[in-house]
């Protein structure tokens, strides 16, 4: 049995009409009747498991959430984006391009993830940070303020990239290491245990 379906309820996004979803039965925290977000059609989300778009959350071009994924708010998911597992999307956040988002993470905020990024384990990408090229961020990492981190950059363990700080080229952050500030990590540098890189600092190799 399917557990929603598209409703005649609409919105415009880019020239595309998006339908308002309404729930066929009861799962995970959703009820019959209930109205969900907006999407373009229904390879948009999974009728299975939880996985489902509340508020004003927007998916449409050939995204798709599945498994028990959650977007909120005036989150927005689109072109080949991929989301599943226990991930949850909300405030203002942007998926899009090819990226993907899996496992428990969590992205919010004005927060952006695209291209062929990847962010998944405990993960958290927030306020106005930015994931791109074929960045990969995982584990208990957290990437916020107005960070970016892309081209082929991985940030894991327990590592905290925030303020201006952008890591990319093909640096590594690992551990528990902090960068911050106006912080510049690339080449083939590699940052880990407690270290702290902050203020104008570039560390590269």
Known sequence: MKK???TTNTKKAYGRTLFQIRALKD??????GDLGGYIEKEEN???A???WIYNNA???GNAKISGNAKIYDNACIYDYAQIFDNTCIYNDAQIFGNACIYNDARIYGNALVSDNARVYGDAC???NAWIYDNARVYDNARIYGDACVYNNAQIFDNTC??????IFGNACIYNDARIYGNALVYGDARIY???RVYGDTKIHF
């Open 58 to 60: 927007l998916v449409y």
């Open 161 to 166: 990239i925030y303020n201006d700080a952008q």
């Open 4 to 6: 929603y379906e598209l």
């Open 193 to 195: 245990n407690d270290a």
């Open 49 to 51: 498991g939880d996985a």
């Open 125 to 127: 990408v927030y306020n």
């Open 27 to 32: 799962f995970g925290n959703v009820k019959t």
């Open 45 to 47: 989300l999974s009728h």
